[in-house]
Every structure is written in structure tokens, then in C-alpha cells.
């Protein structure tokens, strides 16, 4: 069955409440707060492993989303 990309975005926002690049951002977040907890991997490979386009965009988000740097996140957890 082909679905638009419009058709899709609108169902997934319905069914998730969130438009989908925002899911995938948490998704990412989530993923990245994990691995920041339960390994010693530096920050770069952290972003790069829940493929973020680049480990500036990911730290940024990351900040945006939690409020603390990612490595604050890690000490402070």
C-alpha cells in the first residue's frame, strides 16, 4: 500500500501527539541519556551512535531538551 508522506505525517501525529522529527528527536534523547549513564563513551560517539547529523546539532539538542550539556548530564546523574 503507498502512503503519501503527507498522509503519513498526519497519522503519526494523530497516533503520537507529536509531529514525527520530534519524535525522533526524544527518541534520540532518550537513547543518548542512556548511553551517557550506562557507558564511558565520549560525547562524539554518544552522538554519532543514535545518529544525530552531526555531535554539534546532537549537543545542542540534547541541551535544548534537558538543560544540561551532556556531560553535565552525565555527572550530575
Known amino acids: ?3 503519501t508522506y503527507e498522509t503519513l505525517r498526519k497519522r503519526f501525529r ?5 509531529p514525527i ?5 526524544q527518541q534520540r534523547i532518550n537513547e543518548a ?6 557507558t564511558n563513551d565520549p560525547v562524539y560517539v554518544i552522538c554519532w551512535e543514535v545518529r544525530f547529523p552531526s ?4 549537543i545542542r539538542a540534547f541541551k535544548r531538551e534537558t538543560g544540561l550539556t551532556m ?4 555527572y550530575w546523574h
Open 55 to 58: 555531535d554539534s546539532s546532537g
Open 33 to 38: 541519556r542512556r548511553l551517557l549513564l550506562d
Open 21 to 25: 522529527g520530534q519524535y525522533l528527536r
Open 14 to 18: 494523530r497516533e503520537k501527539g507529536v
Open 71 to 74: 556531560e553535565e548530564y552525565r
Open 1 to 3: 500500500m503507498d502512503v
